[in-house]
């Protein structure tokens, strides 16, 4: 069987920061923005097969992978601007963003921000669709975060507690799957500076409730934009209810549940997920931006009715139904 080869990874400085990012193939764009703690690696796995029929472009978001890590703007506001830019810089106008997890807030915001460069969202096991999520991010945001894992990534304890993760993701576990990402996850934290970054993106986007930013009270604008949604049905990061939740906040959304795959169904069933986004992609016209509709819909507001899910709420509207996506 031929080895996948690995996309050689470029750099561009972009406001003085050094932004690193991978690009394959040609014909339409798709950018796909990763998660908390990740790197454009996390998309290994569909990269090559998506190339196929698009262009890729997968970055290391600003203070993740091998881009800078200054003390900066790490909002996802601040990240939907910073894609903007790189996507200027290297001659593309508009794209298919595709989001997970955190990456999934900021693809929603540069969505809201720039809908005249986007042409459809994917999101996939996405933040901002609800308050609910793991303890483990939340713990990132208490005081002494810094100190504590500074002495849990010395070799002494990384080694083996990083080994005791990739073993369990192999025990075949269904709640165990994701711990070799979290191993991966884990091995990021020796480095002061990626640690302080990543607490700075949590705090922007989590205190001690759960998820603060929420797509809640725009959705309604999402109208005019196709819109998929796609998560692993063992998923213990971010609860699959969520997928649900992105339905009935934009009901025209493409719900699609991947059985046996966790918080990555992208690297858990990568055929599968290239499969559903390609036929997204294949079967909906690309948003084009009506500054007048938008106008419209800013002064109509949003819909009087459904409850608007915010911290400890759920959203109330007619029950969605929602895909078990088949095997490819």
Same mark, same amino acid.
């Given at each position: 069987?031929?080895r996948?080869t690995? =996309?050689?990874?470029e750099?561009? #400085?972009?406001?003085g $920061?050094?932004?690193?990012?991978?690009?394959a193939g040609? &014909? =339409?764009?798709?950018?796909?923005l990763?998660?908390?703690?990740?790197?454009?690696? #996390?998309?290994?796995?569909?990269i090559?097969?998506?190339a196929r029929t698009?262009?890729?472009?997968a970055?290391?978001?600003? &203070?993740?992978?091998?881009? +800078?890590?200054p003390?900066?703007d790490?909002s996802?506001?601040g990240?939907? *601007?910073?894609?903007?830019?790189? /996507?200027?810089?290297?001659?593309i106008?508009?794209?298919?963003?595709?989001g997970h997890?955190?990456?999934? &807030?900021?693809?929603?915001q540069?969505?809201y921000?720039f809908p005249?460069?986007?042409?459809r969202?994917?999101?996939?096991?996405?933040?901002?669709l609800?308050?609910?999520? #793991? =303890?483990?991010?939340?713990a990132?945001?208490?005081p002494?975060f810094?100190?504590?894992?500074?002495?849990?990534?010395?070799p002494?304890?990384r080694?083996? %507690?990083?080994?005791?993760?990739?073993l369990l993701a192999?025990?075949?576990v269904?709640?165990?799957r994701?711990?070799?990402?979290?191993?991966?996850?884990?091995?990021t934290?020796?480095?002061?500076?990626?640690?302080?970054?990543?607490?700075?993106v949590?705090?922007?986007?989590?205190?001690?409730?759960?998820?603060v930013?929420?797509m809640?009270?725009?959705?309604?604008? #999402?109208? %005019?934009?196709?819109m998929?949604v796609?998560?692993?049905? +063992?998923?213990?990061?971010?609860?699959?209810a $969520?997928?649900? *939740?992105?339905?009935?906040?934009?009901?025209?959304a493409?719900?699609?549940?991947?059985?046996?795959?966790?918080h990555?169904?992208?690297k858990?069933?990568?055929?599968?997920?290239?499969?559903?986004?390609?036929?997204?992609i294949?079967?909906?016209?690309?948003?084009?931006?009506?500054?007048?509709?938008?106008?419209? /819909?800013?002064?109509q507001?949003?819909?009087?009715?459904?409850?608007h899910?915010?911290?400890?709420?759920?959203?109330?509207?007619?029950?969605?139904v929602v895909?078990?996506?088949?095997?490819?």
């Amino acid at each position: 069987m031929a080895r996948r080869t690995r =996309p050689a990874v470029e750099h561009v #400085t972009v406001h003085g $920061h050094r932004r690193a990012f991978v690009r394959a193939g040609s &014909g =339409p764009a798709v950018l796909l923005l990763h998660g908390l703690a990740c790197d454009h690696t #996390t998309w290994e796995p569909v990269i090559a097969s998506l190339a196929r029929t698009h262009t890729v472009i997968a970055p290391d978001l600003l &203070g993740h992978g091998e881009s +800078d890590k200054p003390r900066a703007d790490y909002s996802v506001g601040g990240y939907a *601007n910073g894609m903007r830019d790189l /996507l200027t810089v290297l001659g593309i106008d508009t794209v298919t963003v595709v989001g997970h997890s955190f990456g999934g &807030g900021v693809a929603m915001q540069f969505a809201y921000q720039f809908p005249e460069r986007t042409e459809r969202l994917v999101l996939v096991s996405s933040g901002g669709l609800g308050p609910e999520v #793991t =303890p483990a991010i939340r713990a990132i945001t208490t005081p002494g975060f810094q100190q504590v894992m500074g002495v849990l990534t010395t070799p002494v304890l990384r080694r083996p %507690a990083t080994a005791a993760l990739r073993l369990l993701a192999r025990s075949g576990v269904s709640q165990l799957r994701d711990l070799d990402e979290v191993a991966s996850i884990y091995e990021t934290f020796t480095d002061p500076q990626a640690r302080a970054a990543i607490r700075t993106v949590v705090r922007s986007v989590v205190d001690w409730r759960g998820q603060v930013v929420t797509m809640a009270d725009r959705a309604y604008l #999402t109208e %005019a934009m196709p819109m998929c949604v796609i998560w692993g049905a +063992d998923d213990v990061v971010i609860p699959v209810a $969520h997928a649900s *939740n992105a339905g009935a906040l934009a009901p025209t959304a493409r719900v699609e549940v991947i059985p046996k795959a966790g918080h990555f169904p992208h690297k858990d069933h990568p055929q599968r997920f290239v499969k559903i986004v390609r036929d997204f992609i294949r079967t909906t016209e690309p948003s084009t931006y009506d500054a007048g509709r938008w106008r419209e /819909l800013l002064d109509q507001g949003a819909p009087v009715g459904p409850v608007h899910a915010g911290a400890g709420e759920s959203p109330r509207s007619p029950v969605v139904v929602v895909r078990r996506a088949k095997p490819a």
